[in-house]
């Protein structure tokens, strides 16, 4: 068997810089939130492939909707040779989406891919081209999502030019002291000051940011911002692509904030591992588009579908949302207890299992404690992830199918790594 150095020999000779591997093992199976490297170690997944895995790794209804479609057909194209699955899995997202009225829904592979469509649909239907973000943002790593992205390292160092007529004001977050009035003047000074309304198509806003830091938007901005649209004729688009599928309490974390985007992205956990994503919304928004203008050779595959559909029918049988919610609570009480032994811990925050912790020291971003408790989890292994403008921020994203016996141990072990780093 190649060994683990050997493996990491190659990878370094054949593999290019720019693709940061953050473990130095390498996986053979995972099941549910476990996974087994290829020396035999196991490790309990809190990553859960970047938010990927809300019904785990391999679940067996997912396996087996997949193995089965295999037996079918793997490919066709869908614009090429059309197929039901298609159509079944896009009306169960189409009927649950928080749109308002009809909606109607497109398949398509990665987030960005979905954000990008998003963008198209919005310039389509208003005739117009300038959008508007948010910093701290992340909406994908194409050079237009890049564009998007509120966020310049490491995601934008050395990759631009970046398209025009892309605008970013502050996301509001009370704990670095950005109020949600200074986002709104700041929103109103750019329509005054760089961009007409008449010249916007999209205003593009995570419910709860992701790679951010899991910094949830206040619902009574969002409000305000669905007024401005509406009295603009701007779309709203609320991309989901990490929030979306059970990890926030509800199948998208859009059902929370009392407010009706135009446009939702999807992706990530849609499809329990194989790559699908989604744009889905009003149906005179998504009919916007001329035929032939949306697509792609593999947009919609029809494993990923097969798998989205069992992914869908895992949500309502586990009850995954009130599970997420209950999953949350446990992370939250733990970390309220460990307060008032690691002070640096600033902010516990998030939807249902969609929680981050933040550290501060001297109300100045700390990474380094994050840092260590993460090198600390994974030498007793547990895989976590930090996030956040600064990589001050712990984030969860367990598989939300995760065993309480699992669950109980991740939480000791990262429990133990960040007393420990607390006191390096």
């Not at 989406?97 to 469509?117: D, H, L, M, R, S």
């Not at 969860?396 to 780093?421: C, H, K, S, W, Y």
């Amino acid at each position: 068997m190649t060994s683990t150095a050997e493996l990491n020999q190659q990878r370094k000779a054949v593999l290019p810089n720019g693709l940061g591997v953050m473990c130095d093992f390498f996986v053979e199976k995972a099941r549910n939130a476990e996974l087994w490297t290829t020396e035999g170690k196991r490790y309990i997944d809190f990553a859960g492939g970047i938010g990927v895995l809300n019904t785990g790794h391999l679940h067996p209804k997912v396996q087996k909707a997949v193995a089965e479609q295999l037996e079918q057909f793997s490919h066709t194209c869908y614009q090429v040779i059309p197929y039901a699955l298609y159509g079944k899995v896009a009306e169960r997202i189409a009927k649950a989406a928080p749109v308002g009225g009809n909606a109607k829904t497109f398949f398509v592979t990665t987030g960005a891919e979905a954000v990008e469509n998003a963008i198209k649909i919005a310039r389509a239907k208003t005739g117009r081209r300038a959008v508007i973000a948010f910093q701290g943002a992340f909406h994908g790593r194409t050079n237009f999502t890049l564009g998007l992205t509120g966020k310049v390292a490491p995601y934008k160092l050395n990759f631009g030019p970046f398209p025009g007529d892309i605008y970013h004001i502050p996301f509001p977050n009370k704990l670095h002291n950005i109020s949600e009035e200074e986002s709104l003047n700041a929103l109103n000074k750019l329509l005054k000051v760089d961009v007409a309304p008449s010249d916007v198509a999209a205003i593009i806003i995570e419910p709860v940011q992701g790679e951010g830091g899991f910094n949830v938007a206040p619902f009574s901005f969002l409000k305000e911002l669905r007024k401005l649209c509406d009295e603009h004729g701007i779309t709203l688009i609320f991309d989901e692509v990490q929030s979306g599928f059970a990890r926030t309490g509800k199948l998208f974390a859009t059902e929370h904030t009392g407010v009706a985007p135009d446009l939702i992205t999807l992706a990530k956990s849609l499809a329990g591992g194989f790559p699908l994503s989604a744009v889905v919304g009003k149906a005179e928004f998504m009919d916007a588009p001329l035929p032939g203008g949306l697509g792609g050779t593999y947009a919609g595959n029809p494993l990923a579908l097969a798998a989205a559909d069992a992914v869908m029918d895992v949500i309502e049988e586990e009850k995954l949302n009130e599970r997420a919610t209950v999953l949350g609570d446990k992370v939250k009480a733990k970390f309220e207890q460990l307060k008032a032994d690691i002070p640096q811990i600033a902010d516990i925050r998030g939807l249902g299992g969609m929680v981050a912790v933040e550290f501060m020291n001297n109300d100045q971003p700390d990474a380094d404690l994050p840092k260590k408790a993460q090198a600390i989890a994974l030498e007793n292994g547990l895989i976590i992830l930090t996030t956040g403008m600064y990589y001050n921020v712990i984030r969860f994203l367990f598989p939300l199918t995760i065993e309480d016996q699992v669950f109980e141990e991740a939480m000791g072990i990262l429990e133990n790594a960040l007393r420990q780093a607390a006191k390096a």
